[in-house]
């Protein structure tokens, strides 16, 4: 891609998320540039006008315009005047640089709004296998570390631009007080830049680099804070650790040589103007014998132009340094917007009838064949039916599939007679509670853990009622009220500060808040105690009848009232029926998971 190119793609990012507002921006930057270069120019009849004492002195045509531009303001050829004029011109170059600087930064701070607000309402919204794909610290990467570099690079590219605006304007001016000299300027500088190319393709393949080592960084970070004590205790960090440094080592070295490249721009940039400055006045006063006063103000807007030509490298380069960032964001949002969950049309009321799973199929991967094969159950309104088999046998896919996170490969799911594939999302997710085996918990108040932040639990009574209510049901009541705060204690970050039996009963309390038509227990009780397991089993009989509950279990202990039992075997069904009948099947495998369980 030309440097045309790439400038012309950046330019299209950037406005497609502000929009036309983007062009305000570089209007501000060019009459800065205008107002600047005019009050230096205006230092031509300042020079002239102190000069009265040489009669036959030649007076240029840019002078001659400024002198009749000052004549018609009344300040002719006073010294004094002119000084002021110069003086108001730097004021309103000074207001309009403020004006170019809060814009930018209203504008920088508008993309911070619309670009993660946008990704974080497609990662909302994507589909499940996306999810699934990829790790938590790569999106993780994009929200917080690329998308913040992504809007560093609009600063940089807006100076960048800025700076051509800046360097045009200032050549532009000194072309008309003399050309040859502006010209000899120009194509220096051109020179200059096409010399910086192979230096620019450098820093904008050690941006990308970089920015997908941040990717990797992210993962391993997450990794080893999310399994902290488990790492500690057994001493077991070393891995992670290994590949944390590992990832470390080569983001500094990436910014290293980024740094070199930096550096190396920098330390030549006034060398370079200046050696060409003398090199020039030279040429224009031994050969062209130019006069010196139209000289002398081309020096200053020259000497500036110059900086800028070659500052336009540097800034160039500052722009690419986040070039990895800016294209991974976008390529980001392409994925993620080609794999956006289907919404469905059809909005579905209370749960009146049943869940039917019609010749259901599902692979994760073609390669790896069917997870679930052939699948025919149904699941009738306010019954309990439970799912068992071995790990591995599509319990969790099922479930997955229940909530239409994933979509069969063939064959249909029905919610009380509406396809799953026409079901709105919402309308059907906002029936579900949904308990898993890793609970989840929030860093925050018990009563917030419960009620999810949807009312204020201090001043709102209703809302207080319904969080105790829940709470008891729950079997949470009595030891919430031992904690130091009660229902305010914090609970820390992922429930640390309780046991594991106190946050699943927490967690089956938040599901019971929502008052939920179909309750989804996904081996709720596999990892506690008996007597936490004990409450919860209480929790879950006192709700027969009242709603649809879907119970995953291990623990066959705890599904001996389900109305319906489906037993799965590598995908498929293998046995369905109440528990009692299944234990009467003569050489059948719920019978010998009952007695391998000694139940």
Do not use: C
Request: hydrophobic residues 45%; negative net charge.
């Amino acid at each position: 891609m030309s440097i045309f190119s790439t400038i012309s793609f950046y330019f299209s990012v950037y406005r497609r998320f502000i929009g036309r507002r983007v062009y305000i921006v570089f209007v501000l930057t060019a009459a800065v540039a205008i107002a600047e270069g005019f009050g230096i120019t205006l230092l031509l009849p300042l020079i002239e006008a102190a000069d009265t004492g040489n009669p036959d002195r030649e007076i240029s045509g840019a002078a001659a315009a400024l002198n009749s531009l000052l004549d018609y303001v009344g300040i002719g050829s006073s010294m004094i005047g002119i000084l002021l004029f110069i003086g108001i011109v730097f004021i309103a170059k000074g207001a309009l640089k403020f004006g170019e600087g809060a814009y930018l930064a209203y504008l920088k701070s508008r993309l911070m709004i619309e670009i993660k607000g946008k990704m974080f309402d497609a990662y909302s919204t994507m589909d499940y296998n996306y999810y699934i794909k990829n790790n938590t610290g790569h999106f993780i990467n994009i929200i917080n570390g690329q998308i913040s570099s992504f809007i560093s690079s609009f600063g940089t590219f807006k100076n960048f631009l800025s700076t051509i605006i800046m360097s045009s304007a200032y050549l532009l001016v000194a072309m008309l007080l003399a050309w040859r000299f502006a010209l000899m300027a120009l194509v220096v500088g051109v020179v200059i830049l096409f010399l910086f190319r192979w230096l620019n393709e450098f820093v904008k393949d050690l941006s990308r680099k970089a920015a997908h080592e941040a990717s990797d960084l992210n993962k391993f970070l997450v990794q080893s804070l999310q399994g902290f004590k488990y790492l500690a205790s057994t001493s077991e960090m070393g891995f992670l650790k290994n590949g944390i440094y590992g990832s470390i080592k080569k983001l500094a070295n990436y910014q290293y040589k980024k740094g070199l490249a930096r550096s190396f721009t920098s330390a030549i940039q006034e060398p370079v103007s200046v050696l060409f400055l003398l090199f020039v006045i030279i040429i224009q006063v031994a050969v062209f014998d130019a006069p010196i006063a139209p000289i002398f103000v081309a020096l200053l807007l020259f000497h500036r132009g110059m900086n800028q030509i070659v500052g336009i490298q540097s800034k160039w380069q500052s722009t690419l340094d986040n070039a990895g960032s800016l294209e991974m964001v976008i390529e980001e949002f392409d994925a993620v917007s080609a794999e956006q969950e289907p919404i469905g049309t059809e909005e579905v009321q209370m749960l009146s009838e049943s869940i039917v799973f019609k010749d259901v199929s599902y692979a994760y991967n073609e390669e790896d064949g069917d997870v679930l094969k052939n699948i025919n159950i149904e699941i009738p309104v306010n019954q309990t039916v439970a799912f068992v088999g071995e790990s591995g046998a599509g319990k969790s896919t099922l479930i997955d599939m229940l909530t239409l996170m994933l979509r069969p490969n063939k064959g249909e799911i029905y919610v009380d007679g509406v396809a799953g594939s026409e079901v709105e999302r919402k309308s059907w997710r906002r029936q579900i509670g949904y308990v898993s085996q890793e609970t989840v918990v929030f860093d925050d108040t018990v009563a917030n853990n419960i009620n999810l932040w949807k009312g204020d639990y201090k001043n709102d009574a209703e809302i207080r009622h319904r969080v105790h209510e829940a709470a008891k049901k729950a079997y949470a009541l009595d030891f919430i009220k031992e904690l130091p705060e009660g229902f305010d204690t914090v609970v820390g970050d992922r429930g640390v500060r309780l046991s594991g039996g106190q946050r699943q009963r927490l967690f089956i309390a938040r599901e019971l808040f929502k008052m939920p038509n179909l309750l989804i227990l996904d081996e709720a009780t596999s990892a506690l105690d008996s007597d936490s397991e004990s409450f919860i089993q209480k929790s879950i009989d006192n709700l027969k009848g009242s709603m649809t509950v879907v119970i995953i279990a291990h623990r066959l202990s705890t599904i001996k009232n389900s109305d319906k039992i489906y037993v799965l075997e590598e995908g498929e069904v293998i046995e369905y029926g109440s528990y009692d009948n299944l234990t009467l099947e003569t050489n059948g495998r719920f019978k010998e998971m009952v007695e391998m369980q000694s139940l």
